[in-house]
């Protein structure tokens, strides 16, 4: 990935990630309470920059690896 897509697409991955995964143990720790949507977003809004910042980094070493895996299935099969 290239120029601005490099960091919109950090961003955008761990937005959806954080918000679905942030949804699902909110509900597993408290249920479908009155308070439940605003412990969800206030969970979202705590993880999503250290999930953005962490994805920003770590794209590049989890690409590298994820290629010597194929490498390695393509080399046993």
Known sequence: ???KARFIFP???SA???FVVSGVVTFTN???RADF???WLRAFITGWPVA???AF???PYVRRATEAIVRL???QV
Do not use: D, H, N, T
């Open 52 to 54: 953005a910042v962490l």
């Open 30 to 32: 408290i249920g479908l």
């Open 16 to 18: 959806l990630i954080v």
């Open 1 to 3: 990935m290239q120029g």
């Open 73 to 75: 299935i393509e080399g």
């Open 57 to 59: 980094f770590a794209i």
């Open 37 to 39: 949507v605003p412990r």
């Open 11 to 13: 961003v955008i991955i």
